[in-house]
């Protein structure tokens, strides 16, 4: 399958979960659809390993500027786009993390600190979820 290529049967590019729309959405739910219209503009970044884009949403946090959840391999992956001093014309440093469930996503969403929750769960335990810098 092509990178940007979608299907409908597919779930939803950012949560992973619900149906798309009938509606021209890219490949999200409408509950994803909606929150993005509400906290602005996402990005996609191609995952060489799912041969899929995943989509980064913003999120409220200080060091962690966008992120992305994708179910992969009987469990999901996770991809953070980090805050940084750039260059002019820089890209942040995009990470993508292994063996990240849903229930951790829908946790890391809710999260009061997002950084923090990040930081003492699947940062705090790099052998269970291995990383990768991908963009």
Not at 2 to 22: F, I, V
């Amino acid at each position: 399958m092509a990178e940007n290529d979608y299907r409908p049967t597919l779930p939803c590019a950012l949560c992973g979960e619900g149906e798309p729309s009938q509606l021209p959405s890219n490949g999200l739910c409408t509950f994803c659809r909606i929150r993005l219209l509400q906290v602005g503009e996402f990005r996609g970044v191609v995952d060489k390993e799912l041969g899929r884009i995943v989509l980064l949403a913003p999120v409220d946090s200080n060091n962690i500027k966008r992120a992305g959840w994708r179910a992969y391999n009987g469990s999901g992956v996770l991809v953070l786009e980090f805050y940084q001093k750039l260059e002019a014309g820089d890209e942040a440093d995009v990470f993508r993390y292994a063996n990240v469930d849903h229930e951790w996503w829908t946790k890391f969403l809710t999260s009061e600190s997002k950084g923090r929750f990040f930081h003492q769960t699947v940062r705090a335990d790099k052998d269970a979820h291995p990383f990768t810098k991908i963009a």
